[in-house]
């Protein structure tokens, strides 16, 4: 059962594009709600969080919009480069338990 | 931030042998570790969770017995693949929670490769 649904599966951009992934939840437990960055055979890096009670958080380029009402949260990358090509996880978090939506390719072109 | 660190970062063994990996959180005292399994394009199969002294939490489907995981300390967990075979052969990460705070931060993973 996937408890944090991220779309979409993949995504193409031009460079300074912005690009948005989306994730959406069910159990309302959740306290916390990270993305990660993942770069080809490394582990996750913690890009930004944000908790329910704060509806959007910036940090540098990245942007994390929060619905608590909707159950839902996306991410934003403002000016997005070449660099940014990666693979980004949403996750959510409560208590120890840390549970990570499907994972999107994101390619930004030059 | 904090930094977790994993050793090995690839490792090649024979089918039928042991292997051992580390994580090490590097600048903070993790209460909390988890172990990851990932296959390729895919997302973080969490393995297992592991509290600093008592015995680990496996999730369903994860054998306990092939896939022993030790927190001794505070800064140290090891997960040993028993009895590899060319089907574990996968990228391991684990990550590490400290006493304050939700963040939980990544290793850089371990490459199996069971030959």
């Known amino acids: 059962q996937q408890q944090v649904k991220q779309s979409p599966q993949s995504l193409i951009v031009q460079k300074g594009g912005i690009p948005i992934i989306n994730c959406a939840y069910e159990n309302t437990a959740f306290d916390y709600f990270p993305w990660y960055q993942q770069f080809p055979g490394k582990g996750p890096a913690l890009l930004i969080a944000?908790?329910?009670?704060?509806s959007e958080k910036k940090e540098g380029r990245f942007t994390i919009s929060f619905n608590k009402s909707a159950k839902q949260f996306s991410l934003h990358i403002m000016d997005s480069q070449p660099g940014d090509s990666a693979t980004y996880f949403c996750?959510?978090?409560?208590?120890?338990?840390?549970?990570f939506g499907a994972g999107t390719i994101l390619r930004v072109k030059s | 931030g904090a930094v977790v660190s994993q050793h090995p970062s690839w490792v090649i063994c024979k089918s039928g042998t042991s292997v051992k990996i580390e994580c090490r959180s590097l600048d903070f005292q993790a209460t909390t570790m988890f172990w990851y399994r990932q296959f390729p394009k895919q997302s973080l199969m969490l393995m297992a969770t592991s509290n600093e002294g008592s015995k680990a939490t496996y999730e369903q489907g994860v054998e306990k017995d092939k896939f022993l995981i030790n927190h001794a300390s505070l800064t140290l967990s090891t997960l040993t693949v028993t009895s590899a075979h060319p089907e574990d052969s996968s990228f391991y990460i684990c990550?590490?929670?400290?006493?304050?705070?939700?963040?939980?931060?990544f290793g850089e993973g371990s490459w199996l490769t069971v030959v």
């Open positions: 944000i908790r329910p009670d704060v």
């Open positions: 996750a959510a978090i409560q208590g120890n338990k840390l549970v």
């Open positions: 990550s590490a929670r400290g006493e304050s705070g939700n963040t939980i931060y």
